[in-house]
């Protein structure tokens, strides 16, 4: 059975040494997916997540996973599972993260099965569980520079072998923002100034037409910037 194989991992709920910041960036996304302040009718997780905007990388997703052989993804931060959900990931450990506890006991409700489990957690703060690749759609796009260091801290101590995240590959620069709100993000460019990706699945355009250099790109963990 699926779940034998999960390995362990800390609750948040017994852990006594959540901090302050800890608990503010818990607020701030709970109050952005309670109110739907991303404003989409399909998912309160943002119009990313809407089954219609992720129609090419779901397949696109389903054939990298067979090819590198997975047999375990955590999926941070996850939202409402609103389209992973449609993604064939037969056979594969799926571990879904965030800092929302609504989301997660939602859809530990609906969702959870012994190949597919819900945690609370945040990355930025919290150890991660354990798997072989890390998919961070859409995350480090609502995060400030420090958040987003901490957080790669956290990925590559994780012990996973890849991680597949998002870009704006023809994006010129990068801005700092206050965690919560957004602002695409180029990984090549400082401060992060990642490597070239091992491979690109194309992500965009927005309905609008905007945006359309969004792809999630993937790397070995041991070969991102350590600084």
Sequence with gaps: MCSDNYPKSESRETNSCVSQIDTEVQQIFTE?????????????????SSVFRTRLIRPALAQLFKKLG?????????????WMR???MSGILYTGADVVPEI?????????????????LNMIADPLPSADLILCRDGLVHLSF????????????????????????????????????????NVLLPPLAFPPPIS???????????????????YEVADLPTA
């Design 146 to 185: 420090s958040d987003i260091a901490s957080t790669l801290r956290r990925m590559r101590s994780s012990g996973a072998t890849y991680l597949l995240l998002t870009t704006f590959d023809a994006h010129l620069s990068n801005l700092d923002i206050a965690t919560g709100e957004w602002r695409p993000l």
């Design 70 to 82: 997975l047999r375990s993804v955590l999926d941070v931060p996850c939202g409402d599972f609103n």
């Design 86 to 88: 449609l993604v064939e």
């Design 104 to 120: 997660v006991e939602r859809n530990t409700e609906l969702h959870s099965n012994e190949c597919r489990r819900f945690v609370h």
């Design 200 to 218: 690109k699945i194309w992500d965009g355009p927005r309905p609008d037409s905007t945006y359309s250099d969004k792809m999630l790109v993937l």
């Design 32 to 48: 952005i997916y309670s109110g739907n302040q991303w404003g989409d009718p399909d998912s309160r997780s943002g119009p990313g």
